[in-house]
């Protein structure tokens, strides 16, 4: 637990010079087995005895002296910041994400960057430019992503806590394969200022990390308000953990997979005197065709300043495949004689699902489903594009309905040699993100 770890911390128990030390000498060591961390950050152990200075004198913030892996999108100043993509490959950033500087006037430090799929276009850590990240938790299968340095660096104990981006599932899908936490927040709840974005509408930065309860934290400190990102916004909420109703979403998954998340309800429910009852939607089957759409179209817009005269290469002729199609795709449908019919329709099928959404959230407290509707597949194992797209199913929901979501892990499914970890996502009203976290460290 890290509350526990920064008493140590600050009681002078544990050096923040140590804590830090460790985890670079873990990295060192053991990075070559799982290729998570891209950049690492030389000048940590030197900043970590300026905190433990200002542990002495009385003066550290509230995260002193623990160290946290950022993923590659998201701006450190004097970080090699990627995106995983050749494009971006030596492109050093100048400035820090607001959520880098309100983490570090907290005096959290950070590690270095953590591999991802290349401009967060992915599922599985296979489209990185520089080679997949390895699942500590299960090591012949994807650690899922985009996230995937971010979430795997937890279950490596490379960090404390990480930083990962979600658009349609980034920081839960790969949370759920890696068996820890990974919580998106209501979209506007924290500054997007300083992340290379890959969809501008749905794209939200998250804390990663063992518990609900350090994410919990960690949400504390980046949430809020930002002058430099106009849709961010102050979500305040103080719903208790009373007499909840809990709906049960059916939708298209795996039988097991749905059985383990039931009975974990089940018995949560039992513990607590909470209901629980399944239920379904009818548009929630449109959220793939709805989802990628409006990704297309905004990642290209977005890709339009990599023309390699400001930063880095030409983008069409440095990116990977997956990058390129939806290049490809969203200039496409962007087309001016194709309005209305892709993008526009698109926007209209979101307000419907936010709609939809909003009035479950008036008859159920919480709603829950699986995180991934599958197992993770195997290094090596082809997958068609449709069926890579569809392990976004259950997560691209709260990212069209602006809602906060939680993936925390449920139990684990034993297949050969490997015990795969599986996710469970907890949903929350728009706003109830303190809520939402509670409930989470209630299923734990
Ligand atoms: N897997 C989804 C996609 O490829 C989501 C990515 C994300 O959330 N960044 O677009």
């Not at 892996?69 to 607001?98: D, H, P, Q, R, W």
């Not at 349609?168 to 899908?173: F, H, K, P, T, V």
């Not at 930063?311 to 939806?326: D, H, M, P, Q, S």
């Not at 569809?390 to 892990?409: G, K, R």
């Amino acid at each position: 637990m890290l509350a526990q770890k920064i008493q140590l911390i600050k009681n002078g128990k544990l050096k923040a010079e140590e804590n830090i030390k460790n985890f670079i000498h873990k990295i060192r060591n053991e990075n070559k087995k799982y290729n998570i961390v891209l950049h690492l950050n030389e000048q940590a152990v030197d900043e970590a005895k300026i905190i433990d200075k200002k542990i002495k004198q009385g003066k550290a913030g509230k995260l002193a002296g623990l160290g946290f892996l950022v993923k590659s999108n998201i701006n450190v100043k004097g970080m090699i910041c990627n995106c995983a993509s050749k494009t971006l490959e030596n492109y050093k950033s100048g400035f820090n994400a607001t959520v880098i500087k309100k983490l570090k006037n907290e005096d959290a430090i950070v590690l270095g960057m953590v591999n991802m799929d290349e401009f967060a276009c992915g599922s599985s850590g296979e489209t990185s430019a520089f080679g997949v990240t390895k699942n500590p938790r299960a090591p012949s299968r994807i650690p899922g992503g985009s996230s995937s340095g971010s979430a795997a660096a937890i279950a490596a104990e490379f960090c404390d806590f990480s930083l990962g981006s979600d658009t349609g599932g980034s920081i839960r899908n790969p949370a759920s394969h890696c068996g820890v936490v990974g919580m998106k927040p209501s979209y506007g709840a924290v500054s997007r200022y300083g992340l290379i974005d890959l969809s501008m509408s749905l794209d939200q930065i998250g804390p990663l990390a063992k518990s609900s309860k350090d994410a919990s934290l960690i949400f504390s400190v980046i949430k809020g308000k930002d002058e430099y990102d106009a849709m961010s916004q102050e979500v305040k909420d103080n719903k208790e953990l009373k007499n909840l109703k809990i709906g049960l979403l059916s939708l298209e998954a795996d039988k097991e997979i749905t059985k383990l998340v039931e009975n974990k309800v089940k018995a949560v429910c039992q513990k607590n005197k909470w209901t629980y009852k399944s239920f379904s939607l009818p548009y929630t089957d449109i959220g793939i065709q709805t989802y990628y759409p409006i990704a297309y179209t905004e990642f290209y817009s977005g890709t339009r300043k990599f023309d390699g005269r400001k930063y880095g290469f030409a983008i069409e002729e440095t990116c990977g495949k997956e990058v390129l199609r939806r290049i490809i795709g969203g200039e496409e449908i962007s087309k001016a004689e194709f309005t209305g019919r892709y993008y526009q329709k698109a926007l209209q099928a979101k307000k419907l699902l936010q709609q939809e959404f909003a009035e479950s959230f008036e008859k159920f407290d919480l709603i829950i489903t699986p995180t991934i509707p599958r197992l993770p597949h195997k290094f090596g194992e082809k997958i068609s594009i449709e069926d890579m797209y569809n392990y976004d199913v259950l997560t691209v929901l709260a990212n069209i309905a602006e809602f906060p979501a939680i993936s925390i892990p449920c139990n684990e499914i034993i297949e050969k040699n490997d015990s795969i970890p599986i996710g469970m996502q907890l949903m929350a009203a728009y706003g109830h993100d303190n809520f939402l976290l509670n409930c989470a460290q209630e299923f734990e």
